[in-house]
């Protein structure tokens, strides 16, 4: 814990961390001033909703547009493919540079390969859920700048939405620990990334048609059911949370074993 | 038990042998010395102990544990070659890490970091960031960090490269008040320095172990190494061969020589050598008794 814990002194108290956050904070502050908080406009607006469809078929739409709260309903649309973007970035450098400065060599010697592996995983989590809980904040309090009475509504919401992106991100954050074991920068690690996610969409858009029994590999992909995801109602969201939780395992283990099998 | 135990450990990357079926044992005690020209494998020998690297034959034990157990945190500690703290954080923030990983509390590790600090002189730098400091600064750091805690056994690879004579000093001292609570390892080029506080020599040579060598024993073989001021030194090494015990001279660089003698019937040489001089007329830089550490390993 000790090491997970840490991780929040890094990101709070050096210039890197703070200018991930200053570009989270820009970025959202953009996208809450003029998506979010025209929500309710935007979703009467037949183009947008067609839009909407795009990604998340009829059935979708309809769901959405039930929702009581249309700011929720359009940072939930953002935040499915935004937050999976930041945490690439935000979680690249979980152990890559401390590996290759040698400093894990002196981590080493007082924790074990495990405690460090799966102690900055655990805090990349934690600096995500914050940051999720403090976006879906603002946005609650925009909401009810604009109409008190959903508060409550509010409320519950987010903490839907917010469960759901947590689970989200573990498959992005847990991909991002087995690379940065392998890189030796967080650059290095957002391009093995980047390679890996490219070659096996590729290898599976290019398998599955010639053999229909492997299309389950598309599940193999981080971010893959979050079209499906759209269409789910209420809790029965976290209905698909078995894939990236599976992803997410599979990728740890992965990880770990490279992190026990390689040199610091 | 032994402090450390290897038994023909090997290790092998893709085109080249680092250590080649070593096999030793060391007590713990006064300071080791492990030395080899570049490429001896000192490093790798001293990353397999630390659990860095895995041996790729053979097994190596520390403290009773495998490298890089749980059960060595806090017990066994290292300077590893060319480590280096986070640059963007602060030395005193990320020593505090480091005590809270070897189970300290909060009290405990601010006082722990300014003892270790206190001791490699960097107390002002507590709050600087290692990429303000001097390398010899951040290399201070790097030691104070391995002396945390009360480690059993640390490995200094390289301690005092790049350190100025002042800070070579304060860190061999640093290592000879430390040395009745801990065993240091310390591997060096530098052999001069080693032979002044060690008493163990590590001999590693192409990923072998050459020799394992107690300098307290062989310095009773009866060496006397001497230096004179006057640089022609072919007439008084010519008298000093017919004096009553000697058996060899041999001439070394710079005007040195070393003279060996029968100890068994001239324990006393020595003050006999001293008399000589004396008698002579001849002053000397220094006298050491048995031969150089350079000495005794490669010639």
Not at chain 1, 126 to 146: C, E
Not at chain 2, 79 to 87: E, I, N, S, V
Request: aromatic residues 8%; proline residues 4%; charged residues 20%.
């Amino acid at each position: 814990m000790t090491i997970a814990r840490f991780e929040l002194v890094r990101l709070f108290l050096t210039m890197r961390g703070w200018l991930s956050l200053i570009a989270f904070c820009l970025i959202w502050s953009i996208l809450l001033r003029y998506l979010v908080y025209n929500a309710s406009g935007y979703l009467l607006d037949e183009k947008l909703s067609l839009s909407i469809g795009g990604l998340t078929g009829n059935r979708g739409v309809q769901n959405l547009l039930a929702w009581p709260v249309p700011e929720i309903t359009i940072f939930w649309i953002l935040a499915l493919y935004l937050f999976p973007f930041f945490s690439i970035i935000l979680t690249a450098d979980q152990t890559a540079s401390d590996r290759s400065r040698g400093t894990l060599r002196l981590i080493n010697l007082r924790a074990t390969r495990d405690e460090i592996f799966f102690g900055r995983f655990i805090g990349q989590m934690v600096i995500q859920s914050l940051l999720i809980i403090a976006t879906i904040t603002t946005v609650i309090g925009l909401a009810i700048w604009r109409d008190a009475d959903v508060f409550t509504s509010s409320l519950s919401l987010s903490a839907l939405v917010s469960t759901n992106l947590f689970v989200v991100l573990l498959p992005y954050t847990a991909l991002m620990a087995l690379v940065s074991v392998l890189a030796k920068s967080a650059r290095q690690a957002t391009v093995y990334a980047t390679i890996l996610w490219i070659v096996c969409f590729i290898f599976i858009a290019w398998l599955a048609p010639q053999f229909p029994q492997l299309t389950f590999l598309e599940w193999i992909l981080p971010g893959s059911q979050l079209s499906s995801l759209l269409q789910k109602e209420g809790w029965d969201t976290l209905s698909l949370a078995y894939i990236p939780l599976m992803q997410a395992s599979i990728l740890l283990l992965v990880g770990r074993w490279l992190m026990q099998r390689g040199d610091l | 038990m032994n402090m450390i135990n290897c038994t023909n450990l090997s290790k092998c990357y893709s085109d080249k042998t680092a250590l080649d079926n070593v096999s030793l044992s060391l007590e713990a005690g006064e300071p080791i010395a492990l030395i080899g020209p570049n490429g001896a494998g000192k490093t790798t020998l001293m990353n397999v102990l630390c659990g860095y690297v895995r041996a790729s034959h053979g097994s190596a034990s520390v403290l009773g544990h495998p490298p890089g157990s749980a059960a060595l945190h806090g017990r066994l500690s290292a300077l590893p070659q060319d480590a280096q703290l986070d640059p963007r954080l602060s030395v005193g923030r990320q020593l505090r890490l480091f005590a809270a990983l070897q189970k300290m509390g909060r009290v405990q590790a601010t006082k722990d970091v300014d003892r270790v600090l206190e001791l490699v002189d960097l107390s002002a730098a507590k709050n600087q960031a290692p990429a303000e400091l001097s390398h010899g600064m951040r290399k201070r750091v790097a030691i104070a960090q391995s002396l945390l805690g009360n480690p059993e056994v640390v490995l200094l690879d390289e301690p005092t490269a790049g350190l100025d004579p002042v800070n070579v000093k304060s860190i061999r001292d640093l290592i000879v008040s430390s040395s009745r609570d801990t065993t240091f390892i310390v591997s060096s080029h530098n052999l001069d320095e080693l032979e002044k506080f060690c008493t163990t020599v590590i001999h590693l040579d192409h990923g072998q172990l050459k020799d394992q060598v107690d300098l307290s024993a062989v310095r009773e073989k009866g060496y006397l190494t001497i230096k004179l001021e006057q640089s022609n030194t072919s007439k008084i090494v010519e008298d000093l061969r017919n004096l009553p015990g000697v058996t060899d001279i041999e001439k070394k660089q710079q005007g040195a020589f070393a003279i060996r003698y029968d100890e068994s019937t001239h324990p006393y040489f020595d003050q006999q050598l001293l008399k000589f001089l004396a008698d002579n007329n001849q002053t000397y830089r220094h006298i050491i008794k048995g031969r150089t550490l350079e000495d005794q390993l490669f010639f």
